[in-house]
């Protein structure tokens, strides 16, 4: 009989368990449940507004670029194309002039000035007996260098320690290298680092040795005067020049007319943001034609067009109310219906700081905005047009004082800033799902505590029944066993 009571008592415990289940289950969906989709909702409107500010700040950035006035603005960018060049190239900055400029001829280009030293039989040892071992010092164009020798040195161990030397010391204005002349017979050549009359090679003197005389320095003429003597020609039997007129050093060419010189074959101040460069000589005149780069400003304008349309199609997906009366998770946003407003309608106002007649509207270099408010560049051939015309007019259109760009810098602003619009809703709707979250912390604790006195009265009276149950069992075994008696 026990175990008959024991088995309904364990059925009954498992049957409570699954009615405060289901009474806990009841106390949440009133109470819990409705908080718990509201910081759902809550937790899809921060997600929201990261993707739209990740969005705004693209856009930001490329507006910004847009905005740029002077060498940093990507409107500014011009090509330069030359008739040849495999003699002459060039390339602009901002600051060049659409147009074109005439190489009449390029007569000689800038070179590096070379001295080399006498010959000297590489196997032989004459060089260590007359200079000695130890520290020889010695200067070139004034800066003093200091070559260790070592005894029993050849003549083409010698010059390698002397065009190491020169190599390593911190200042000098040539290289040094050892040139094989036979396989026989060596010599020291000495390049300047940069080309021209400017750097050429004007002295090189000993110090505590006399490595310079050693090396047939000594006897050489250093000319350093445009139109003065010629300075003395390297030959197997003297040390000298490659070149004998340092004046020769520096490039040769005519632009424009202009008999020029430059000590470089980069030339960057003949024509104002012009780099042009020289190649090979001729005496055929080549033309550089300067014109803005329309590739680069159209690929600068498609981005932006891009990163645009991407916030203005996010917000038209997100601000409205579809057909069906689902409202879009920014609807009821004030500050991003703003937005959507503010950059519509900045890009269909005329620009009112560019020059009488220059495009002020951006349909008039081609772009078209449309029903849907995004944008397209529709007519590329219209902007080329403009590009080719004037492209300062059409960098104007969004880089000048009112400029579309700018325009739309300030209105992104608050949005993207650290602590701006965004960043406040975003710091608002936290505090709000924190909220939430004790909230339903305090209320679970509530109907755990609920749940468990509601069990507590129940195994209370499943006590009382089992007691009833078992009374009822003896005394109906008793009187089955007095009947029997």
């Known amino acids: 009989m026990a175990t008959s009571v024991g088995a309904a008592t364990t059925a009954a415990s498992s049957s409570l368990d699954q009615l405060g289940a289901q009474y806990q289950a009841l106390l949440q969906s009133t109470t819990v449940v409705p908080l718990q989709t509201q910081q759902s909702t809550l937790n899809s409107y921060i997600s929201s507004i990261s993707t739209l500010k990740t969005d705004l700040n693209a856009l930001y950035t490329s507006a910004q670029s847009l905005a740029a006035i002077g060498s940093s603005s990507p409107m500014s960018a011009f090509s330069v194309d030359s008739s040849d060049s495999t003699v002459v190239d060039a390339t602009a900055t901002s600051n060049a002039f659409v147009g074109s400029h005439t190489i009449d001829s390029v007569t000689r280009l800038a070179k590096s000035d070379t001295l080399l030293s006498g010959q000297f039989a590489a196997g032989d040892t004459s060089m260590i007996t007359a200079l000695g071992a130890g520290a020889k010092t010695f200067s070139i164009n004034g800066v003093q260098v200091t070559a260790t020798l070592t005894d029993g040195e050849t ?77 003395t020609l390297a030959s197997t039997t003297q040390a000298g020049f490659q070149q004998g007129f340092a004046e020769n050093l520096d490039a040769s060419f005519s632009l424009d007319g202009v008999a020029m010189t430059r000590g470089t074959n980069t030339i960057t ?69 703003v937005l959507a407003t503010d950059l519509r309608s900045t890009m269909l106002q005329p620009v009112t700081s560019v020059a009488a007649g220059a495009p002020a509207l951006l349909s008039a270099v081609g772009i078209t905005t449309n029903d849907d408010g995004t944008l397209s560049l529709s007519d590329t051939s219209e902007l080329e047009s403009a590009l080719a015309a004037n492209p300062k007019q ?43 979250t004790d909230r339903i912390n305090t209320l679970n604790a509530r109907i ?16 009382l029944l089992d007691q009833a149950t078992q009374t009822q069992q003896e005394v109906a075994s008793f009187s089955s066993y007095a009947s029997a008696g």
């Open 155 to 231: 003549n083409g161990q010698v010059l390698s320690d002397i065009a190491t030397a020169i190599n390593n010391t911190t200042g000098i204005t040539v290289t040094a290298s050892v040139l094989n002349i036979d396989g026989n017979n060596s010599e020291l050549a000495l390049t300047s680092r940069s080309t021209g009359f400017a750097n050429r090679i004007s002295s090189v003197t000993d110090g505590n040795s006399t490595v310079a005389a050693l090396l047939g320095y000594g006897g050489v003429t250093f000319a350093d005067t445009v139109g003065g003597a010629s300075r």
């Open 269 to 337: 101040d003949a024509v104002p943001g012009l780099t042009i460069k020289l190649k090979n000589t001729s005496a055929t005149s080549q033309t550089l034609t300067i014109a803005a780069d329309s590739t680069s400003i159209e690929s600068t304008i498609n981005d932006f067009i891009t990163k645009y349309n991407a916030v203005i199609t996010y917000l038209a997906n997100n601000t409205g109310v579809t057909s069906s009366g689902t409202r879009g998770t920014f609807a009821d946003d004030s500050n991003v219906n």
């Open 394 to 436: 059409v960098s104007d259109l969004f880089n000048s004082t009112n400029g579309l760009a700018g325009a739309l810098v300030a209105k992104l602003k608050p949005y993207v800033t650290y602590g701006g619009t965004l960043d406040t809703e975003t710091k608002n709707t936290n505090a709000q799902i924190k909220d939430i």
């Open 448 to 463: 755990d505590v609920q749940v468990a006195a509601y069990k507590q009265q129940f195994e209370q009276i499943q006590i």
